[in-house]
């Protein structure tokens, strides 16, 4: 059997200064919020052959939280991904944009920009957001079911603008004097529950085709929102079994909705803390990690399922029936979703759950050790069907990205995982297995 390319993308929301990372003297976290600390991070990662760069975005900040880190970086991802694209040549560039504020015309513009100044390497991961709603004059943040239906009509109105005036509409006609064909630039008339959109947009498309689609839901509105319209999904997949079974739904609603199951392609984030040796990169974990404050994680535990643990043994057995509501509120569905299938499937101790990444704002899997540790823990997971790539987030110190780009991607290309080459220019041809294999 051909085994499909694994698909790498590096998150620029640069991993490895969270925690105490950004403590060290090498962390060059004055330079967090320059184009040259950003630029070298591109040109690395190009270098070694990865697919994308993926830029998250908050659009909210507690200020309290910045006492003990810089959180997340304060560029705007559209800005800092146009400015990347005139360092760079060949890797593509992922923006993160919410549907919940602003317009789709406006987006779609932006977007389309992007793609544009690239040279046909631009995607958007599709956000409905968790906070901000008073940022945008809005008192309270929509329900889930709220945002999502926006979300859906948002998505449609931003493909169709992308269509509204096509690159075969530009005759480019000198002779006779003709720029454009005017009936081939068309209004889309959008009307809808929450979107009134005229149109044309103001961009003619490219010939490569529309910027590539990602999402990184994994709640059950999620996981169907993706499967319609995702060419990637950035997924939460903490462990093997849960990986599994996100896939296979996503593949499964994929087809329901009248696509290929192979169209969607999930991306768990890979926590990484590297060295030479396994000891090596379990001290820079547990630097990285020592101020972990476990009241902090009795409190995720009583907002994800409404437990209070505070007064339980450490060895105690955490059962389904000591959980809250599971349609109860909760600031992130699917980091609530996860721990409680967590619970209903192995009935773990609270030291256990205390543990979990999901607690501590995070579902991401996790490697502490060896560049050939990571590689093994990679093609395990995307062998088991549980993955087709990931998103990498390197953790602790800029050797743990070193180490990933200079020695785990050349090792999985050396086992044929991955390409030693780009075989394309655009973030599209990246992702189709004929141009990556």
């Given at each position: 059997?051909?085994?499909?390319?694994?698909?790498?993308?590096?998150?620029?929301?640069?991993?490895?200064?969270?925690?105490?990372?950004?403590?060290?003297?090498?962390?060059?976290?004055?330079?967090?919020?320059?184009?040259?600390?950003?630029?070298?991070?591109?040109?690395?990662?190009?270098?070694?052959?990865?697919?994308?760069?993926?830029?998250?975005?908050?659009?909210?900040?507690?200020?309290?939280?910045?006492?003990?880190?810089?959180?997340?970086?304060?560029?705007?991802?559209?800005?800092?991904?146009?400015?990347?694209?005139?360092?760079?040549?060949?890797?593509?560039?992922?923006?993160?944009?919410?549907?919940?504020?602003?317009?789709?015309?406006?987006?779609?513009?932006?977007?389309?920009?992007?793609?544009?100044?690239?040279?046909?390497?631009?995607?958007?991961?599709?956000?409905?957001?968790?906070?901000?709603?008073?940022?945008?004059?809005?008192?309270?943040?929509?329900?889930?079911?709220?945002?999502?239906?926006?979300?859906?009509?948002?998505?449609?109105?931003?493909?169709?603008?992308?269509?509204?005036?096509?690159?075969?509409?530009?005759?480019?006609?000198?002779?006779?004097?003709?720029?454009?064909?005017?009936?081939?630039?068309?209004?889309?008339?959008?009307?809808?529950?929450?979107?009134?959109?005229?149109?044309?947009?103001?961009?003619?498309?490219?010939?490569?085709g529309a910027p590539p689609l990602f999402q990184a839901g994994a709640s059950?509105?999620?996981?169907?929102?993706?499967?319609?319209?995702?060419?990637?999904?950035?997924?939460?997949?903490?462990?093997?079994?849960?990986?599994?079974?996100?896939?296979?739904?996503?593949?499964?609603?994929?087809?329901?909705?009248?696509?290929?199951?192979?169209?969607?392609?999930?991306?768990?984030?890979?926590?990484?803390?590297?060295?030479?040796?396994?000891?090596?990169?379990?001290?820079?974990?547990?630097?990285?990690?020592?101020?972990?404050?476990?009241?902090?994680?009795i409190a995720g535990l009583r907002d994800l399922l409404g437990l209070d643990?505070?007064?339980?043994?450490?060895?105690?057995?955490?059962?389904?029936?000591?959980?809250?509501?599971?349609?109860?509120?909760?600031?992130?569905?699917?980091?609530?979703?996860?721990?409680?299938?967590?619970v209903e499937r192995e009935r773990p101790t609270l030291r256990t759950l205390?543990?979990?990444?999901?607690?501590?704002?995070?579902?991401?899997?996790?490697?502490?050790?060896?560049?050939?540790?990571?590689?093994?823990?990679?093609?395990?997971?995307?062998?088991?069907?549980?993955?087709?790539?990931?998103?990498?987030?390197?953790?602790?110190?800029?050797?743990?990205?070193?180490?990933?780009?200079?020695?785990?991607?050349?090792?999985?290309?050396?086992?044929?995982?991955?390409?030693?080459?780009?075989?394309?220019?655009?973030?599209?041809?990246?992702?189709?297995?004929?141009?990556?294999?």
């Amino acid at each position: 059997m051909t085994r499909r390319p694994i698909c790498i993308g590096l998150s620029l929301a640069a991993t490895w200064l969270a925690g105490d990372g950004w403590r060290r003297p090498d962390s060059r976290v004055e330079d967090l919020h320059t184009l040259g600390f950003h630029a070298d991070v591109a040109r690395r990662a190009e270098a070694a052959r990865l697919d994308f760069l993926f830029r998250p975005d908050a659009l909210w900040v507690d200020p309290q939280t910045l006492a003990s880190g810089p959180g997340f970086s304060s560029l705007d991802p559209m800005v800092l991904l146009a400015s990347l694209a005139a360092c760079t040549s060949r890797i593509g560039l992922v923006a993160t944009a919410s549907t919940t504020f602003g317009a789709p015309w406006t987006l779609a513009r932006q977007l389309l920009s992007l793609h544009h100044l690239s040279g046909g390497r631009a995607g958007w991961n599709i956000v409905t957001s968790l906070d901000g709603a008073r940022n945008f004059g809005q008192a309270a943040m929509p329900d889930s079911r709220e945002r999502y239906a926006r979300a859906l009509e948002f998505t449609d109105v931003v493909r169709r603008l992308w269509d509204s005036y096509p690159h075969h509409a530009l005759p480019l006609d000198r002779e006779r004097g003709r720029y454009a064909d005017p009936a081939r630039v068309r209004p889309i008339d959008h009307a809808g529950p929450v979107f009134d959109v005229q149109g044309p947009l103001n961009l003619p498309s490219l010939p490569c085709g529309a910027p590539p689609l990602f999402q990184a839901g994994a709640s059950e509105r999620g996981r169907d929102f993706a499967a319609r319209v995702a060419d990637g999904v950035f997924a939460a997949s903490p462990d093997v079994a849960a990986g599994i079974e996100l896939r296979q739904d996503l593949r499964r609603r994929a087809v329901g909705h009248g696509r290929d199951a192979d169209a969607i392609r999930v991306l768990p984030g890979l926590s990484l803390f590297l060295g030479e040796t396994t000891d090596e990169a379990r001290d820079l974990y547990r630097d990285t990690h020592a101020r972990h404050d476990r009241a902090r994680a009795i409190a995720g535990l009583r907002d994800l399922l409404g437990l209070d643990a505070a007064a339980l043994p450490p060895d105690r057995r955490i059962a389904p029936d000591m959980l809250a509501d599971p349609a109860r509120p909760v600031r992130s569905r699917t980091h609530a979703d996860l721990l409680r299938r967590l619970v209903e499937r192995e009935r773990p101790t609270l030291r256990t759950l205390l543990a979990r990444p999901e607690v501590a704002g995070s579902a991401h899997w996790r490697v502490v050790g060896t560049p050939r540790d990571a590689v093994a823990a990679i093609v395990e997971r995307v062998d088991a069907g549980a993955a087709d790539g990931l998103i990498a987030l390197p953790g602790g110190a800029d050797r743990s990205l070193r180490l990933f780009l200079d020695e785990v991607v050349p090792m999985l290309a050396e086992g044929g995982r991955f390409r030693r080459e780009y075989a394309g220019t655009t973030l599209r041809e990246h992702l189709e297995p004929a141009q990556r294999a």
